[in-house]
């Protein structure tokens, strides 16, 4: 998962998504925190990049909602994938 744009330019950080729903998620980010109120791109594995618009962000962590919401398909998808079982 890549998280990115800062004042308008790309600027992708590392992250994990540790919760994840249609409406949102919530993420362990490197520093740079990303600002309360910025839209970044929040990339899948396998998806294009999804805006989701920055609720919380302090220390390493973030809450962010998407923009519009993710299908519930794609939510299905990314947990079921998430999950080294399922990959068999």
């Known amino acids: ?3 990115g744009e800062r ?3 790309a600027c992708w950080l590392p992250g994990r998504v540790t919760e994840l729903s249609c409406e949102g998620c919530s993420l362990v980010i ?6 309360v109120g910025e839209t970044a791109r ?3 594995p396998g998806f ?8 919380r962000a302090e220390e390493g962590q973030a809450n962010a909602v998407f923009e ?3 299908h519930p398909a794609i939510v299905d ?11 068999g």
Not at 48 to 55: D, K, N, P, S
């Open 1 to 3: 998962m890549g998280i």
């Open 7 to 9: 004042g308008g330019e």
């Open 30 to 35: 490197a520093p740079p925190e990303m600002p």
């Open 42 to 44: 929040i990339m899948f």
């Open 48 to 55: 294009g990049a999804h805006a989701a618009r920055i609720l």
């Open 68 to 70: 519009p919401p993710l």
């Open 77 to 87: 998808y990314i947990l079921r994938m998430s999950d080294p079982a399922a990959r």
